[in-house]
């Protein structure tokens, strides 16, 4: 049987990776060149993800691993920072008129026909959804990017896209409360609310939550967190609750 050949460490491609997407974002200057980057950084991003996995299932030194989660959490960071800028290219381009403000689902009428939507412009309305709350985020607690990535780092925790999304979230929470007692202007004055778009965002954003945890630990480690018997049955009624409501959006959705 011919061995397998081993699996290259990624890690050593990392800092070129890195440099490469935040040169990139630095000497953006249209929204294409931004996409550019975010998805330079998403390269890395995954490829530090990768190589702090490989080390961990090779017992590697603590040291190694850790580097690999700095490397993460840069590549987070640039991400994070394109996606802010994003957001703010695509608002501006919606107030100039340039782009449907509603993401091309509503109809357009003959004097707009040529008016690009944001699939066309190559954004997903969850990805504009996620960008306004990082800058939304960033505008109400300065910083609040690289701190939580330097606080899991300072916790040996993996610096991933659903912990700082959390903290982002709520950040974005805190800012907005306020801001909308006291007036009605904000990041993005002519953003109109869109409940049914915020519950699809809502339920993306979990599926890809729960998605990562699971890859990230497995089936054993996740079964070992429960203390006893009784939380592990509300769980699993949760559980059976939530994959009821799936299977019922995910017919709904492929019958579309």
């Known amino acids: 049987m011919t061995a397998l050949a081993p699996i290259p460490d990624p890690a050593p491609i990392l800092p070129d990776l890195i440099d490469r997407a ?5 000497g953006a200057k249209t929204a294409a060149e931004v996409l550019e980057a975010r998805e330079a950084a998403g390269l890395a991003y995954d490829t530090a993800k990768r190589a702090a996995r490989l080390r961990n299932a090779k017992g590697a030194h603590d040291d190694l691993v850790a ?9 987070l960071e640039i991400e994070a920072a394109a ?3 994003l957001a703010d290219e695509y ?4 107030a100039r008129g340039e782009v449907h403000r509603h993401g091309g689902q509503m109809p357009r009428d003959v004097a707009d026909h040529n008016i690009p939507s944001a699939a066309e412009l190559g954004m997903r309305r969850d990805q504009i959804h996620d960008a306004r709350q990082l800058r939304d985020a960033e505008a109400a607690e300065p910083g609040i990017v690289r701190r939580t990535l330097d606080e899991r780092l300072a916790h040996g925790e993996e ?6 999304r959390k903290m982002v979230v709520d950040a974005a929470m805190r800012g907005l409360r306020p801001q909308r007692r006291k007036s009605r202007r904000g990041p993005n004055p002519i953003h109109e609310p869109n409940p049914a778009f915020d519950a699809v965002a809502a339920i993306d954003s979990c599926c890809e939550r729960i998605t990562e945890h699971f890859d990230q630990h497995g089936v054993d480690f996740i079964l ?6 009784p939380m592990l ?3 699993i009624a949760k559980m059976n609750r939530g994959r009821d409501v799936l299977t019922t959006l995910l017919e709904a959705a492929n019958a579309e």
Request: overall charge positive; aromatic content about 2%; hydrophobic content about 40%.
């Open 22 to 26: 935040a040169t990139m974002l630095a």
């Open 67 to 75: 580097a690999a989660h700095r490397a993460q959490a840069d590549a």
């Open 83 to 85: 996606k802010r800028r």
């Open 91 to 94: 608002d501006a381009a919606q």
């Open 159 to 164: 610096p991933s896209r659903a912990a700082l």
């Open 224 to 229: 070992s967190g429960y203390v006893d018997r």
């Open 233 to 235: 049955t509300r769980s």
